[in-house]
């Protein structure tokens, strides 16, 4: 893993932005897995703002609330439309966000692995994380080798996501997922956390054992991640000084 501690969020975005911009330099038709929630929230913007071309680009978002209309304001549908793909020249047709009102739910997740799949797989995935270490939706315990899915959401995220609904009653209870199993077949997991909130989770996930009590973690068997935090989320870090030291040695051509 690749630990990247910047002084602010917008610090930690802009370096997320980079690698994702050169991605899209390098690689036109590149495949990304995208992630919604209030992380990314400035990420997407900053894409926006770097013009570039999407004409070529594939993405699959990680999840999706069930039962929510599409329309519905905190549907991940409206996220992505409003915050990304209305603002730039991305195919309607290229983009994938799972149906959480699809009849026959199974079947969907299937479908939508074969996709991703068909695809040619995710170039690069962006992450965000639960405070209590989830990627995507996949809740602690899920298996480390599930795949795409329904889940049910964990009490606790279910608290921490009332802030977009109004009350924690309206949160809906279920979701399909990525699998963890998805997610660690993409080519780069780029990783995002803000905020003392995501302490703890960051530091079990980059320095704790291996378990699906923290699903993040499983991504020290990955071979390339990147980890963009800002400095409270990476407070709980025993090897901070480390990462710090280890970013600003990089050769130059490693540098983003
Ligand atoms: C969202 C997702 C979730 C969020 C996580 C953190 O697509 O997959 O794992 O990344 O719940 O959410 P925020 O960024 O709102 O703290």
Same mark, same amino acid.
């Given at each position: ?26 690689k036109p038709d590149a495949v990304l897995g995208l ?19 999407w004409s070529g680009v594939t993405t699959f ?29 991305i195919k309607r047709e290229n983009v994938h ?18 996709a991703i799949?068909a695809a040619g797989g995710i170039d690069?995935?962006?992450? !965000? @994380? $639960? #405070? ?5 939706? /996949? ?6 080798? +599930? ?31 990525? !699998? @963890? $199993? #998805? ?5 780069? /997991? ?6 003392? +909130? ?59």
């Open positions: 893993m690749e630990i990247i501690i910047q002084p602010t969020p917008a610090a930690a975005t802009d370096v997320a932005a980079r690698i994702i911009a050169r991605l899209l330099r390098e992630a919604t929630g209030s992380t990314p929230l400035r990420l997407y913007q900053v894409l926006v703002d770097m013009n570039l071309d978002n990680l999840d999706e609330y069930i039962g929510l209309p599409r329309e519905h304001s905190q549907s991940y549908h409206s996220f992505m439309w409003e915050n990304l793909f209305r603002h730039v020249n966000i799972p149906d959480g009102n699809a009849a026959d739910i199974p079947a969907f997740c299937a479908a939508y692995e074969a799949h690069l995935q962006v992450l !965000g @994380i $639960g #405070t209590d270490g989830h990627i995507g939706f /996949n809740e602690p315990t899920s298996s480390l080798a +599930s795949r795409t899915r329904i889940k049910t959401l964990a009490p606790r995220t279910r608290k921490d996501n009332a802030r977009f609904f109004g009350s924690e009653e309206a949160v809906p209870h279920h979701v399909i997922t990525m !699998g @963890i $199993g #998805t997610i660690m077949e993409a080519r780069l /997991n780029l990783l995002l956390g803000f905020g003392s +909130s995501k302490a703890s989770a960051i530091a079990e996930a980059v320095e704790g054992p291996i378990t699906s009590l923290n699903p993040a973690s499983i991504l020290q068997m990955h071979p390339v991640v990147k980890v963009c935090l800002d400095e409270p989320a990476a407070s709980l870090l025993q090897r901070a000084d480390y990462y710090r030291w280890v970013y600003a040695n990089k050769p130059a051509w490693q540098t983003f």
